[in-house]
């Protein structure tokens, strides 16, 4: 062989490597994305489901590629040889492996269509008692609605970060405002297509407490991949009193900077258009995540930046550099009208306001 082709097929072996290394580092159990560290009823049958059919094609790729290699060997063209017999068609061989593969398909089938209806059917529908969540995806963000603990006929919203009961059946139904989106917690269950004007159900359930990324997995526009949640599976207890806790309003805070950002957000800033916070007369508009208890949150900006004071700031100051193309850039005048943009002072006061709503 020549020296190029040596060196060729040195670099297409380091290529291959490279490739293979970075797609199997999506296999890594602890990778908060990874459906193979399964913490939930559901991710698991899909992974079991995984497996079966995995371990078919392994078997298929074997017998396969085997076969190919010994015809290549046995068979090579050897000095001496002449032109080998033309054959047309092999009825029997033909019939063997059209036969096959559909037994295969037919095996592979029976646990497919097992677990298909089971992930549809939840153990414990809202008729048989079963708790029940609205999730409603836009651009970009997760809205979460319970009912409301203390009035039954009342909701309770949050974006972005959906606690539920650890070991507990979670019936969620999936609403769009807008366009495609698709649910799925990799390590729960998913992933369930969120069609506008259509509603569809998914059910969860979390083996143990733990935080659990979220992600839309279905292409949506620029944002699509900082369109993240956070599950935060807690224990009944707990859970209850976040809920009660999500119910009440937050406490008014009498920081003259923090009420200086309340009469921005509530005027001049023009926020209340598009965000509610329960308990101000103003603050009762439904574009956008609904603020109320915002500081309780772990994440803002679709779970892709920790809450704290700093990132509130960066997000105020250009939350088109942080989620490309979000509404609130594009259509909230601050945002759009030059003479109009937050000075410093201002965003410092709307930031105070922000970390008071707990
Ligand atoms: Cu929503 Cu992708």
Redesign the pocket.
Known sequence: MSKLNVGLLRNIGLLLFVLVSAILAGCYPSHPQSTFDTLGPVSRSQLSLFYWIFWAAVIVFVVVVSALIYALIRYRRKSGDGDPPQIHGHTKLEIIWTILPAIILAVIAVPTVITVFDNANSPKSPVEGGMEVDVT?H??FWEFKYQNPNDPKGSVFTANELYIPEDEVVNLNLYSKD????FWIPKLAGKVD?VPNHQNTIWIKADEPGVYLGQ??????VA??L?RFHVIAKSRSEFDEWLLDQASSAVESEEPLALEGRTLFEGEAQCYACHTVQGSDRSKGRRGPDLTLLASRQHIAAGILENNQENLRRWLTNPDKIKPGNLMSREASVFVEPEKRLSERQISALVAYLQTLE
């Open positions: 995806a651009q970009w366009v495609l989106h698709s969120v839309c997995a279905e292409f949506c526009g699509h991949a369109m």
